[in-house]
């Protein structure tokens, strides 16, 4: 499962500590988990947030005299919900650990550590997701089945299901072109009645086969029908489940045509017409058989995803209507140097793919290796020029862990990407059984890249307006922070800004931020067009005990006015981080720079902290977004956030503005400011008319 801000946890804290609620809930956030929390205070207010908010994890302090475990335990179980419950203990000892198990507590937290708090949190919510995944996918099994058997009565195409060579299920069609006038007259046959005299011996031989799980997906015989006579037939086997038997699905076509333009056609069907590889469906069909490999016999196999780097720059310089002879040079280039012994494909418009059965790590590495060096040191060859490329490529080490198509295309996709974001012409893999290695390398080459744009001045940023909903408009724009790579392509930060944190490089990449975005103050102040900006900084700066005067030298330097700056911290590092982010805020004040909120609102007590914090701009957490339009929980959070900042004096912003029901909605809640990609998305130039 993948945690983030983009999957926000609902949590249930009971507990008489609002300080101690509060500590879990940053510790969790600061370990990268987006925390939706939650308190009640009593008894009625904890069955009213079960059944209104369908929390995903309680966590109940044993010693809570607001509302006692045995009455959490006893709101949970009259729920009926799936609610996993876990004991906040400070000690462990035997007798805790029967009552828990007696109460119904799905495990225990020891509050005084937080990695232990932070493991079994994610450990059942992720086992919570898994139960709600298989919850879910057995009714779509169920709605699956009834279709299928509806569509497979009505199908004109003979169908039939066969099990231990013995027929379970046949549709209409399969009866008619037989002769039968029900199933009960086929009922219990076996397949090889079917079968003309002649052809009985090689069938009975393919049906060994299929009991060894190596049948061919497509076989030609001679059928028999009820009266005796004989036809030529095509049958194609797919395993299949009936009412939870394994069984083999047949598909019988009457085979009117020569058996040889049958088979062209056949071919033809299967393989991409500009490259002349397998074509994306026919290769998901060998990847589906693959992975049900890996899964059932523990085997081991590789998938490769290889993409050409700077794909549209070299569409510009070829011509767009040079695209398809640059991939089909592609493919040919693949095909020499694969040979005959692997499954290849073109899998998206300047994609391909290999599959690589039963393979182990250190063959995977070398063929993807292999394949990287055969595009660098070639030249591909279209009708009338030579293009040189490079390629990058992304693969998975299919196995019993990661034995899903989903998961198999969701790694290899991953790998492609990151592989193509570090620079192009590399390759990289996941293999579960060495994920810590390839983890390692990935980090050190974003590690050395990271360096690279703070020496060689590689970050851009990119400029989003802010709306004023009511009064006189002024000139008001977020910079985001963008890394730039060595062929102008642009990364968010999100791909890199936990490495950076993990080794200490945050600090500069904030200094970098801030002084672009003073020099940016500077530069429309001489301009005429005084221009208020809002930048993100993160806690690193907190400790930076030069920053404030690194501000200083920069404002005096380009003649920016410090009122023009306004520095965002998130809500969650504030509070975990109060004494330091007042100090900051104290000497960062005497020059007239700001500092504000940002993922304000979902905190237990987001107002509490401005008692502590006079915090200049309230950036509401863009969760609150989330079809605003429709969602009166959220429009009343909103408008109550308005309301309490307008009386202290703050004002706030609503990012991530979608569409325009979300604007009347933030307008009538009297928030000051909107931004999002529906108004205006980011761009190079502060160019919006306000």
Known sequence: MQFGKDTALRLLIVDDSVEAAEAIVSGLRNSGIAVRPSRPENENELASLIASQTPDLVLAAREATLVPITKVMQAVDASGKDLPVLMLLDTVDDSRLMEMITLGARGILLRRSGEHVNVRVRQEWADLEARRSQRRLEAQIRETERRCDALIDSSREPIAYIHEGMHIRANPAYLEIFGFESFEDIEGMSLLDLIAPSKVEGFKQLLKQISKGEAPPRHETEARALDGSGFPAVMEFTPATYEGEHCLQVILRRQEVDPELAREVEELRQRDQVTGLFNRATFLRSLEDTVADAAQNASHHGLLLIEPDHFNRLLQDIGLDAADALVSAMGDRLRTALGADHVAARFGEHQFAVLVPNADHRTVTGLSEKLRAAFADHVLETADRSVSTTVSIGGVLIGEKIASITAVLGKASQCLQSASGVGGNRTELFDPGAADRAEEERVEAWVQRIREALDADRFVMEYQPLIAM????????????????????????????????????????????????????????????????????????????????????????????????????????????????????????????????????????????????????LKIDRSFMEDLGSNPAHQARLKEIAEKAREQGKTTIAEFVQDAASMSALFGAGIDYAQGNFLAPPGPAMDYEF
């Open 470 to 617: 009511h009064g006189e408009p002024l000139e008001m724009y977020e910079a985001y922070l963008r890394l730039q790579g060595e062929h102008g392509e642009l990364v968010p930060p999100l791909a890199f800004l936990q490495i950076a944190e993990e080794h200490g490089l945050l600090w500069e990449i904030d200094r970098w931020v801030v002084g672009k975005a003073i020099s940016v103050i500077g530069e429309r102040s001489r301009a005429g067009r005084p221009t208020t900006v809002l930048v993100k900084i993160t806690q690193a700066s907190l400790q930076d005990n030069t920053l404030a005067q690194f501000i200083q030298e920069k404002l005096a330097k380009h003649g920016a006015d410090g009122n023009l700056l306004v520095l965002q911290l998130p809500e969650s590092k504030v509070f975990t981080h109060l004494r330091a982010a007042q100090e900051f805020q104290a000497q960062v004040a005497q020059y007239g720079v700001r500092v504000g909120l940002e993922q304000f609102g979902v905190g237990l007590n987001s107002f509490q902290l401005l008692t502590h914090f006079n915090a200049a701009l």
